[in-house]
């Protein structure tokens, strides 16, 4: 039977994590072959297992720890380390990397209807629901009180930033800077959604962009817009303005490719736009 396992104390399972977090992303023969060039005298004996343990959104993970009995990933235990994301190929692989609730959110293991584990996003947390829930209510009864004007305040702030959890994302994503200007105020920076949000389904990282607060407001309105090759458009009417120099400037882009705005939902917004323009409705 598989020990409780939850001090590092150098041995060998955790070095499977070193090897994620020195290559930012591995296959499991990834690993197996960094293990070999480090350890050539001491190879670990089960990887596979060593690299389940650690991953938040395996359900085989519960296998090799009998002793732990809550396995959601937002309690801070030292084995929620990694999260495997499948690659569809040709080849179909699954890769392991560092584990990110901004980016990942967090997981559980529950048993489904068959007794089989699964693993399952969580909700929203408490503070995120709060948030959520100010968007919700953007009217409300008159203010009555300092203490009201402060509560409503703070509640547009969150509505004006957008959904909590994709907001961390895109802010993760984007490495905390406007996609157009490289502004890192984050407390300016908000989560446009290209196609408008029609619910949860289009909270994903290639229907967002961060932006800086007035540049939203602007495309949002129809007023600036993204070509599908990555490029900032504007509207006749602000080509006069200070804005004028954004023309033509390119996108800071994520790093990662699936988590740059999709070409097909940019030019969606920018054939709308350019439409109510020609319409003269803007």
Known sequence: MPQARTKRDGVKYWRVADAIAELGSATLAEVEAWDRAHFPNDPLGNARADLELFTVNSPSRMHYNYSRT???????????????VVELGPPRRTRYVMFN???????????GENKK??????????????????????????LNSDHD????????????????????????????????TGCSAA?????AHVLSYKGEHTNRLDNGLLLRADLHTLFDCGLLWVTPENTVALAPSLLTTDYAVLVGKGLALPSELAYRPNPGHLAEHAAACMARHARGLL
């Open 70 to 84: 809550n396995w959601r990933s937002d309690q801070d235990h030292p084995h929620d380390r990694l999260f495997k």
């Open 101 to 111: 609730p901004a980016t990942h959110g967090h997981w559980n293991l529950l048993q």
């Open 117 to 142: 584990c699964q693993a399952v996003p969580l909700a929203l947390d408490d503070q995120a629901r709060a948030e959520a829930q100010a968007q919700t209510e953007a009217f409300a009864a008159p």
């Open 149 to 180: 004007a402060r509560v409503w305040a703070m509640r547009a702030v969150a509505q004006r930033r957008g959904q909590p959890l994709f907001r961390a994302k895109l802010l993760d994503a984007y490495g905390g800077r406007c996609a157009v």
């Open 187 to 191: 407390e300016v920076l908000e989560a």
